[in-house]
């Protein structure tokens, strides 16, 4: 098995061009993104790591961040993060899309896109 097959394996999403780049450490702030948003039944973007269904802040650097560092998982509740669910849900085939929980997650991009721009023009400004 090739380690790109074997590091596949580690990927909670089944789908076929999963790799670790493509998915998040599970750390409890972006587990918490995630249960807002997406069903009990839809499937996280989370890396499987063994004895461990989450880590904390602490953790990260202490244990993990080697992931992080040589495979590219993602780590930060960012614009990236919120695609990938967009994603899932998308990918879903059971139900209808809610459109209520889609709009919500729109309107976070939009809050952390604002943020930025504003973010950006206190720097120049200052």
Not at 2 to 26: H, M
Not at 27 to 50: G, N, T, V, W
Request: glycine share 4%; hydrophobic share 35%.
């Amino acid at each position: 098995m090739s380690s790109d097959a074997s590091a596949a394996n580690l990927c909670a999403s089944s789908e076929k061009n999963s790799s670790p780049a493509n998915t998040w450490l599970p750390l409890l702030h972006l587990q918490s993104q995630c249960a807002r948003y997406l069903e009990k039944d839809e499937q996280s973007p989370f890396l499987i790591l063994e004895n461990s269904d989450s880590i904390g802040p602490d953790e990260l650097g202490a244990k993990w961040a080697f992931l992080h560092t040589h495979f590219s998982p993602g780590k930060d509740d960012n614009i990236r993060f919120l695609l990938a669910i967009l994603d899932l849900i998308q990918h879903h085939d059971d139900d209808p899309i809610n459109p209520a929980r889609v709009l919500a997650i729109y309107i976070t991009i939009d809050s952390k896109c604002t943020s930025a721009v504003e973010r950006q023009a206190e720097r120049k400004m200052g």
